[in-house]
């Protein structure tokens, strides 16, 4: 276990002198700051990577980018889009000077567009479609290139440097872990999401967890009358140089989306495919102290990571509208994945001085295939112009098998073999099912204040077994490793939210009371972890505008960050002969206080 921390500092140290930061100010031809450009960070071939907005001095600033060149493009109302190429991070491109428009027009087209970026007063919001360069991407690649959110390379989402993001899809939680969360985002295709919240300070009426905010993913849904659908076919290309040897690979997707609406009824649905093809190489050296002073030997493994999956995704539902005051609905989401990753280590261990005295060769071979079905049952009934009641109904399981045949061959500097071969296998399901219930009241009241409130009940079940075997030789038999776990957490929520508007000033006040608990047993030894607790998440907002153009937002809650069901899970999970990660059932959860300080120029930016 210590040589697996030992590479993951190994990783964040190397990653982290690999990046830099790269910066500036924007400013017109009189020399004034230019207040609310987009600046958009993209490759010499025009992927975008990044973009953001410059404050009010005209700065902007995007942090941790990884060496290479660069292109800048920078626009705004009224001004000249320009591009700055060859930028390197740690170089600041410096004062940029954007030219004014030629305000003689021969003719006026006025157009109604949605713009890549919308900045609302509790949130920001992402329109997936206003940007060309989505066409073919995935969600995840959509999230990257969104303001404030970084995705490493093992797919965790942070939101402006924080972990602890709860990502919800269609504002439903997805209780996933961090790699089951974006094996879906990155086989989701951007064509079939509509809009990304991005909630940096959430109100009591979401779910406490998350310390740094919440990111929904509203997918489409259209509500035109009569029968319409579209049909998209893309395919992204992607070239792997590892070793001066190329390799192509290919990511096509298919998206059909159709919609029939008549009368009170509407029916919406939407099936992707897509298939995945990966490689990616993972290089460390680890070096062994003892009081500063290199000791033993020094051990250097390259991965090579192969991987070939394809994915499925199905929604279907239907909405009934018997009169203007009511609306039921029903939606089914089905999501299939089956993958084959193989990665390929080569382990060389090396005197001081540099001489090879062993050799390690592991090979991988994973079968992964896992699914997602959810139903949702919705009620919505609008009393009149002053309040409205919801109701939500929710079940999902997940099903998930993991099948590893892990080889491991010992060979002297000269690829002699010292030793038999050791194989392992193993046999890995997982079942998590989650059931939620949830209702939400709204009602304005003569005083001009405006009541929400509203109860959340959930609770979840994940059954784990894990079943290791191993071969030097004299046949199988079962491994020390073997376990089973079984965990399951109920949550139960009230939350009251309160605003309203004063002549200059718009208040809106909440608290949250949440009841956990949660119970994890290993039935291998029979041992169980329950806890159980009662907290409290005020939240408050203050917002007050300056001028007709620009207002400020102060904002303060208190939030939650509990750990996902697999790192509680207290499994060994072997990623090569050498390496391995595992849960821990006794991890707690952590509170934070956050306050944010937002300045809005129009209610866009």
């Known amino acids: 276990m210590k040589l697996f921390y030992l590479i993951l500092s190994v990783l964040f140290l190397s990653s982290t002198q690999a990046q830099n930061n790269i910066s500036g100010k924007i400013n017109n031809a009189n020399g004034d700051a230019v207040q609310s450009a987009t600046i958009v960070l993209q490759s010499p071939q025009h992927k975008i990577i990044r973009s953001t907005i410059s404050d009010t001095n005209g700065q902007f600033s995007f942090e941790n980018i990884a060496e290479g060149k660069y292109e800048l493009v920078i626009s705004s109302v009224n001004f000249k889009t320009q591009t ?9 491109p410096g004062t940029i000077i954007l030219q004014a428009l030629d305000k003689a027009l021969q ?14 007063i509790d949130k920001m919001v992402v329109n997936v479609d206003a940007s060309p360069s989505n066409a073919g ?13 970084t995705v490493d390379n093992d797919g965790n989402i942070s939101l402006k440097g924080k972990q602890g993001v709860i990502v919800m899809m269609d504002g439903k ?10 094996n879906i985002l990155k086989n989701l295709p951007a064509s079939a999401i509509d809009q990304i919240e991005i909630m940096t300070n959430p109100s009591s009426k979401f779910d406490a967890a998350g310390n740094s905010g919440v990111i929904n993913i509203r997918t489409k849904k259209t509500r035109i009358k009569g029968s319409n659908g579209s049909v998209s076919v893309g395919n ?15 990511k096509p997707t298919v998206t059909v989306n159709y919609n029939y609406k008549k009368d009170k009824f509407n029916f919406f649905g939407n099936a992707v495919y897509n298939y995945r093809e990966g490689r ?3 290089d460390v050296y680890s070096n062994y102290y003892r009081n500063n002073v290199k000791i033993d030997s020094i051990n250097h493994f390259t991965t090579l990571f192969r991987a070939k999956n394809n994915n499925y995704t199905l929604k279907l539902g239907m909405d009934y509208e018997p009169n203007k005051n009511n609306i039921f609905g029903i939606v089914l989401n089905g999501f299939l994945f089956e993958g084959r990753p193989k990665p390929l280590t080569q382990t060389v261990f090396t005197k001081l001085n540099g001489d090879v005295f062993s050799r390690l060769n592991s090979a991988t071979i994973n079968k992964i295939s896992w699914n997602n079905i959810s139903t949702n049952f919705n009620y919505k009934h609008i009393k009149d112009s002053t309040g409205e009641i919801t109701l939500d109904l929710d079940y999902s399981r997940y099903d998930n098998v993991s099948d590893q045949l892990l080889s491991t061959g010992f060979f002297d500097a000269n690829y002699n073999p010292t030793a038999d071969s050791i194989f392992l296998r193993g046999h890995l399901p997982s079942l998590i099912n989650i059931y939620s219930l949830k209702s939400d009241f709204s009602r304005s009241l003569p005083s001009g ?20 075997e191993r071969n030097s030789g004299l046949g199988w038999t079962p491994d020390s490793r073997n376990n089973h776990f079984i965990y399951k957490e109920n949550i139960n929520a009230a939350y009251v939210n309160m605003n309203k508007k004063f002549s200059k000033w718009s208040l809106q006040t909440g608290l949250r009371l949440e009841n956990t608990n949660t119970k994890g047993v290993q039935v291998s030894d029979n041992s169980t972890v329950k806890r159980n607790y009662v907290s409290l998440f005020p939240s408050v907002f203050i917002s007050r505008p300056v001028n007709e153009k620009n207002t400020l937002t102060l904002s303060a809650s208190r939030r939650l960050q509990r750990p996902n069901y697999q790192d509680l899970n207290p499994f060994t999970f072997f990623l090569d002969s050498l390496s391995y990660k595992q849960g821990n059932p006794y991890l707690t959860p952590q509170f934070s206080y956050n306050a944010e300080l937002t300045h809005s120029y129009k209610s866009k930016i």
């Open 107 to 120: 003719s006026v087209t006025v157009t109604s567009t949605k713009p890549f970026i919308e900045q609302k």
């Open 137 to 149: 991407a995935t969600a995840m690649e959509v999230l990257e290139k969104s303001p404030g959110i």
């Open 236 to 250: 992204t290309i992607g070239l792997f140089d590892y070793n001066n040897k190329k390799e192509i690979m290919y």
């Open 449 to 468: 204040w405006k009541l929400e409130t509203g109860i959340k009940s959930s609770y979840v079940s994940s059954d784990n077994v894990v079943i290791y």
């Open 280 to 282: 990616s190489s993972l």
């Open 84 to 92: 700055i190429t060859d930028v390197i991070p740690g170089a600041k």
């Open 173 to 182: 939680q997805t209780y996933l872990s961090g790699a089951d969360l974006a």
